[in-house]
């Protein structure tokens, strides 16, 4: 069939089903999402019918995890991955789609957010240019070519052509979802790194602030696994963190990071508080004779208090609701201590209160963003990433 046909047919269609995958910088695994969408913008309806994670197997997390460091992410192991990887995603639409007792047909479009690999949201100069710059592989041809379903990717490239850093890109999805005409909202995300958005009550997309607050699961992550040799990959519930006590001297080194004094737009990642950071963070801690339930106790609380402080440096006022989500929102003694940091000043809320899975949100999001491109209309927010205008993100690959 003619791509543009499609694509239009799709436009036209009352309610579309679509698919969305998601694999984010703690790189567990991808989350999909099959869900009903109707209508677009302000008038987007949803109704999630299925949601799942495969979990990649433990030989590509660590090739994903080599190619994220630059002593050893080759170029040649980079190429070879990012088709690897479209294999993987692809399987997972699939098993989703088996899942779900559906045939490929019924789907209208996939949305892939693929796996961020280096994110560069700084100005750089080469020669006599200037430029920012992110990379996602998973390489959406293979998932158009293998579902034989139309396939949106790609997203955050445009919005850093535009002049912004490329993210949050959530902050659209969140805008359609979470506002409200009386109460202020700040919607955060705990993943690998942590991000918020913040929703004036009876808010325009030009009152959206979004940014990212710091790490989220990241250095948690990476500090058990460091001093575990791999053993253990993460703090499941908070509960070694329940069993430390929190180090006063090595948090307030830790709350000196510089990023942390940066004013919004802005945006983080591996580069700041990956492998590197947290090696150093470690030597530190070692030095002061710190066990390991103490150091993850430290740096959870770390976690909470730079969402917290985020909210105090840079939103107008602390929001009346506070909507959590992400693999953090389940990591209780990170909850218990982001309660202490801001409870009192904001109602906190999961997204399971607004009907919507902690495991389904991002890929959710994705679909969202692809629904607005089949509609041709802009996705992004430049208030949140720093664009200078409104722009349509992500690729469209045809189906077979």
């Known amino acids: 069939m003619d791509p543009i046909k499609r694509i239009m047919e799709i436009r036209e269609k009352d309610e579309k089903l679509a698919l969305g995958l998601m694999s984010g910088t703690s790189a567990d695994g991808i989350s999909t999402v099959i869900v009903k969408l109707k209508g677009n913008w302000t008038e987007t309806k949803f109704k999630i019918i299925h949601y799942r994670t495969k979990k990649y197997p433990e030989k590509i997390r660590k090739e994903i995890f080599k190619i994220f460091q630059p002593e050893t992410g080759k170029v040649d192991n980079i190429c070879m991955m990012n088709f690897v990887l479209g294999e993987?995603?692809?399987?997972?639409?699939?098993?989703?789609?088996?899942?779900?007792g559906l045939k490929r047909t019924e789907i209208d479009f996939i949305a892939s957010h693929g796996q961020t690999i280096h994110h560069m949201p700084k100005m750089k100069k080469i020669y006599t240019y200037m430029a920012r710059s992110t990379l996602q592989i998973g390489e959406p041809s293979i998932i158009a070519e293998r579902t034989g379903i139309l396939t949106i990717a790609d997203f955050r490239p445009r919005d850093i052509a535009a002049g912004g850093e490329?993210?949050?890109i959530s902050a659209y999805a969140d805008y359609i979802l979470f506002r409200s005409k009386t109460k202020s909202r700040a919607v955060q995300n705990i993943g690998g790194i942590a991000n918020v958005t913040y929703i004036p009550r009876n808010s325009k997309p030009e009152g959206i602030i979004a940014f990212?607050?710091?790490?989220?699961?990241m250095m948690i992550d990476g500090i058990i696994e460091y001093l575990t040799r791999g053993k253990m990959t993460f703090d499941e519930n908070g509960k070694i963190a329940a069993r430390g006590k929190v180090n006063c001297k090595l948090l307030e080194y830790l709350m000196e990071h510089p990023y942390l004094k940066r004013k919004p737009?802005?945006?983080?990642g591996r580069r700041?508080?990956?492998r590197k950071y947290?090696?150093?963070v470690v030597k530190r801690a070692e030095k002061m004779n710190l066990n390991l339930e103490d150091i993850l106790a430290t740096i959870t609380k770390y976690t909470a208090k730079t969402i917290a402080e985020s909210y105090r440096r840079y939103l107008p006022e602390i929001p009346d609701e506070t909507i959590i989500g992400g693999g953090g929102s389940h990591n209780k003694?990170?909850?218990k201590m982001l309660e202490e940091e801001i409870g009192d000043e904001t109602r906190i809320f999961r997204h399971e209160d607004f009907g919507i899975p902690a495991q389904a949100k991002e890929p959710l999001i994705l679909t969202i963003l692809a629904n607005e491109a089949i509609h041709g209309h802009f996705n992004n927010i430049p208030s949140a990433t720093g664009a200078k205008r409104k722009v349509l993100m992500g690729?469209?690959?045809?189906?077979?």
């Open 265 to 268: 737009p802005k945006t983080t």
């Open 212 to 217: 990212d607050t710091g790490p989220g699961n």
């Open 395 to 400: 690729k469209i690959i045809p189906g077979r």
């Open 278 to 280: 947290i090696i150093k």
């Open 333 to 335: 003694t990170l909850m």
């Open 272 to 274: 700041e508080f990956g």
């Open 88 to 100: 993987i995603f692809a399987e997972a639409a699939l098993e989703t789609i088996d899942e779900a």
């Open 166 to 168: 490329g993210a949050p």
